[in-house]
């Protein structure tokens, strides 16, 4: 017999971990690569939510969410050249498990919007920071 509490546990185990990495991503916009080609040389400290988003997230969205795992992880912006195919084989791996993931995970609630999760955002910004 399964214990329902362990299975609980794990799940929020589950939940906790992808927290830390795959709702963390740059703007969609943002032309994202390991050697930060925009000159963007801070690791993202947004977190944002990859799941039940109507359209679902993109390719690159789960792809920057493992990139920035990587990095928070190894505590390189970009790895050197020794390290370069150990961050790269871990961005990867990383981004096919968050694939997993997000298929698998299930809910009865709406997709959010985009656009209207973004605009709730700018007014907390707004309120937060002000102009």
Known sequence: MINKVRVVRRLSFVVSTLEIWAYSYYDVNKSISVEGSKGDSAMCRNIKTL????????????????????????????????????????IEEIAAVAHKLLGSLVTNAEPRNREVEAEKARIRNLQRFGE
């Open 51 to 90: 799941y039940n988003f109507s359209p679902p997230a993109t390719e690159d969205e789960v792809h920057a969410a493992a990139l920035q795992f990587v990095r928070k992880l190894s505590g390189f912006n970009s790895p050197s050249k020794a390290n370069e195919a150990a961050f790269n084989e871990a």
